[in-house]
């Protein structure tokens, strides 16, 4: 409320909430912010109940999986009743997990180089779904390029286009550059081989140039093909695709490979 509203809601005997609380001041008089009563009835049930909820919070966000314990779990399955049909599990996603985590991790260090840690643990107030801790927002980012990429690679195949062969060449010399790269840990919890690397970058390559093709060059159209786009979303609606969160929403990006 603003303006005439708002005085028109709490103006009382022709004073607003701030003048009468000024004139409390000026007499010497102080009203406790509670009443006797309310403390002694209610509050110790207001406390309570914000301790339980506090105590969730902790539980739900300190609740985590061990990555490597769970890589043949299927965390989504995808299918256009055509004869495309994928479930994807954790160790189809590993790729997506290790370039969440690098790619965060640079802004991470750029926020506190000695606690990067706090970086995934901000939280980002803005409007809509795109609020939540940076972990947890990192971790939907995975899965809505998981998603589009299997979407968009079928699409792809279904309309007979494919890389050309200097872009195949290009992005399976990546693959074996990141593979050589790869920190023990990595190696160890994704349980990332080049061969397997190779085939996740192909495929997110394809679905990028395909989007590509469709905006025709035009930013604007392509923004619209892809995650959230309403070009997008039309696409999305002629597959059949179903998320098991329980696990995957135990998984903390930005705690897997890296601190």
């Known amino acids: 409320m603003a303006g005439e509203e708002f005085e ?3 103006l009382k005997d022709g004073q607003s909430q701030h003048e009468r609380l000024g004139e409390r001041k000026r007499s010497g008089r102080r009203r406790p912010l509670f009443s006797p009563r309310f403390r002694q009835q209610y509050l110790p049930v207001m406390m309570s109940l914000m301790m339980v909820y506090l105590a969730w919070v902790v539980m739900s966000r300190g609740s985590t999986i061990k990555y490597d314990e769970h890589l043949d779990e299927v965390i989504v399955s995808i299918s256009d009743g055509s004869g495309y049909s994928e479930k994807i599990s954790f160790r189809d996603i590993s790729y997506y997990v290790l370039t969440a985590e690098r790619e965060g991790d640079k802004a991470a260090r750029l926020y506190d180089e000695k606690k990067p840690t706090a970086y995934w643990n901000l939280y980002m107030n803005d409007e809509g779904d795109e609020s939540g801790y940076m972990s947890d927002l990192a971790r939907q980012t995975v ?7 299997r979407i968009y690679a079928n699409e792809a195949e279904k309309a007979g286009y494919v890389l050309d062969e200097e872009t195949k060449a290009d992005t399976e010399f990546d693959a074996k550059r990141l593979y050589l790269g790869l920190t023990e840990r990595e190696k ?6 080049e061969e397997g690397l190779k085939e996740d970058m192909l495929r997110e390559m394809l679905a990028k140039q395909y989007i590509l093709s469709l905006g025709g060059g035009d930013l604007t159209k392509t923004f619209a093909y892809d995650i959230k786009g309403a070009e997008y979303e039309k696409i999305k609606e002629g597959y059949s695709i179903e998320t098991d969160t329980d696990v995957y929403r135990k998984l903390r990006i930005g705690f897997v490979t890296i601190n």
């Not at 899965?143 to 990429?149: H, K, N, P, T």
């Not at 160890?188 to 081989?193: E, H, Q, R, V």
């Open 143 to 149: 899965l809505d390029a998981v998603i589009r990429d």
């Open 188 to 193: 160890d919890t994704l349980k990332l081989d």
């Open 8 to 10: 028109w809601h709490y």
